[in-house]
């Protein structure tokens, strides 16, 4: 199951420690002016030691493009593009080679696979997630020509809340005020010396979506949204409206009886199907299951021991997140036009 979308198709593939990790784009319109350096900018987002507040692993996340565009435009056939893995410290993870992080897929992949790559996780890393940016730029960048535009911010990381109005929109993208920055480094670097992780929130909202993506009962628009996000690792709750105890009100905007809303607490979606509002998501990442504190766990004989996880991991993933959150939303996005025929090319 390394493949998802429906008439626009991604193949990720490789490891946290492998050679290299990337992506196969299958099904994307010929002939569109594609720029690595602006893809290159999605996979900055989420690079490693960007920051204080991500691991310190050293990764240059260096785009290389394969096949698939030929004088900067993309030539409908399959786009092969990789990065290459530079900053693996596998040895880190030699110590528990046979021991299960608790909270984490070591348990589960080994049940199911009676084997698996103990190094950084392997597939179930966080480095994957790489893979899935790689599509984001050729998504949003279409959609935003189509008058739809994906933005998110972070709503909370542990016990921090930040407003909406403590973000800056630049360049259509939402960055932290300066003051409420440094509270947060603050705050990770506490995580980082007492050995803890933290949780973050992140809200995407999806303005210029047209009425009627989505269809009744199995493939509803939230259905489809929640798939993929769900799909991203230390992802663990969705939840899509303002408020949504409460219903939309409906109000006659004129004479020609058109009709729309009072409020938005649905979130844009009703009945599983747009109406033409804005999609508003709330998406809760779990605090990281790798961190350098002793704890109680089993190994792969099932005895208890004390294990003690060496390396470097982000004291907080949803931080590098958002790129990675607006990828899977365009990829819905963009495959439900297509199924609806909203394209006119």
Known sequence: MNKYGNFIKITTFGESH???????LDGFFSNYIISEKEIQKELNLRKPFTSLFSTQRKELDKLKIITGIYKKKTTGAPILMIIK?????????????????????????????KYRDYR????SSARETAC??????????????????IRSYIKKV??????????????NRFFLNIFFLNELKEY?????????SSSAEIISIINGSPSGLGNPIYSKINSLLSNLIMSINAVKSIEFGINYKNKNSFIIKDEICKNGF??????????????GQPIILKIIFKPTSSTSKKIRTINEKYLNIISQTYGRHDPCVG???IPVVESMISTVIINELIRNEYFIR
């Open 18 to 24: 492998g050679i290299f990790i990337g992506s196969v």
């Open 85 to 113: 893995n530079n900053d693996k410290k596998s040895y880190d993870y030699k110590n528990i080679s046979l021991n299960f992080r608790p909270g984490h897929a070591d348990y589960t992949y080994f049940k199911k696979y």
């Open 120 to 123: 950084g996780g392997g597939r």
């Open 132 to 149: 899935r940016v790689l599509s984001n730029f050729f998504f949003k960048n279409f959609l935003y020509k189509k008058g739809i535009l």
């Open 158 to 171: 542990g016990i921090i809340y930040f407003n909406f109005k403590n973000w800056n929109l630049i360049n």
């Open 188 to 196: 990770i670097i506490y995580c980082k010396n007492s050995c803890n």
């Open 262 to 275: 009072f409020s938005n607490n649905n979130g844009g979606i009703l009945g599983g199907i747009t109406n």
């Open 319 to 321: 931080l590098r997140a």
